[in-house]
C-alpha cells in the first residue's frame, strides 16, 4: 500500500491528472469551434439545406461533412499539443543533454539552509 501511496503523490500522477482535465477543456473548445463554424462552411459548400455536407445512397446517409469536422478538429488539438507541450519539452530535455541547466531560483528551504551554514561558520 506504500508503494501505491507514494506512486501517487510522486507529482506525475499530480501533473497528468491536470493535463487530462486541460486537454479535454480543450477538445470541448476545438470542437464546439468546428461545430459553430466548420459544420456551416462544410454545409454550404456541400449544397447547404439539411442535407448539406452529406448524400443518401439507397436510403444510406454518408455524413462526409461530419468526418471532415472530425479530421479538423483533430488536426487543431494535434498541432496545438505540439506546439505547447512537445516542443517545449524536446528543447527542455536538449537543454538538459547538453549541460545547460534552466536558472531555478533557490527554496525557501535553501536559502534558510545557507543562512544557517554562513551563522555557523561565523559563529565558530
Same mark, same amino acid.
Given at each position: 500500500?506504500? *508503494?501505491f501511496k507514494d506512486f501517487l503523490f510522486r507529482g506525475n500522477i499530480v501533473d497528468l491528472a491536470v493535463? $487530462? $482535465?486541460i486537454g479535454t477543456a480543450f477538445t470541448a473548445l476545438v470542437t464546439s469551434f468546428t461545430e459553430s463554424f466548420i459544420n456551416p !462552411? %462544410?454545409?454550404?459548400?456541400?449544397?447547404g439545406g439539411e442535407f448539406g455536407g452529406a448524400f443518401e445512397v439507397n436510403g444510406q446517409l454518408f455524413t462526409w *461533412?461530419?468526418? %471532415?469536422?472530425? $479530421?479538423?478538429?483533430? $488536426? %487543431?488539438?494535434a498541432a496545438v499539443i505540439y506546439f505547447i507541450v512537445v516542443l517545449p519539452m524536446?528543447? %527542455?530535455n536538449e537543454r538538459r543533454k547538453a549541460g545547460v541547466e534552466e536558472d531555478i &531560483? &533557490?527554496?525557501q528551504e535553501d536559502l534558510l539552509t545557507e543562512?544557517?551554514? !554562513? !551563522?555557523a561558520r561565523s559563529g565558530q
Amino acid at each position: 500500500m506504500k *508503494g501505491f501511496k507514494d506512486f501517487l503523490f510522486r507529482g506525475n500522477i499530480v501533473d497528468l491528472a491536470v493535463a $487530462v $482535465v486541460i486537454g479535454t477543456a480543450f477538445t470541448a473548445l476545438v470542437t464546439s469551434f468546428t461545430e459553430s463554424f466548420i459544420n456551416p !462552411l %462544410i454545409g454550404l459548400i456541400g449544397g447547404g439545406g439539411e442535407f448539406g455536407g452529406a448524400f443518401e445512397v439507397n436510403g444510406q446517409l454518408f455524413t462526409w *461533412g461530419a468526418f %471532415i469536422t472530425a $479530421v479538423i478538429t483533430f $488536426v %487543431i488539438t494535434a498541432a496545438v499539443i505540439y506546439f505547447i507541450v512537445v516542443l517545449p519539452m524536446q528543447k %527542455i530535455n536538449e537543454r538538459r543533454k547538453a549541460g545547460v541547466e534552466e536558472d531555478i &531560483p &533557490p527554496t525557501q528551504e535553501d536559502l534558510l539552509t545557507e543562512i544557517r551554514d !554562513l !551563522l555557523a561558520r561565523s559563529g565558530q
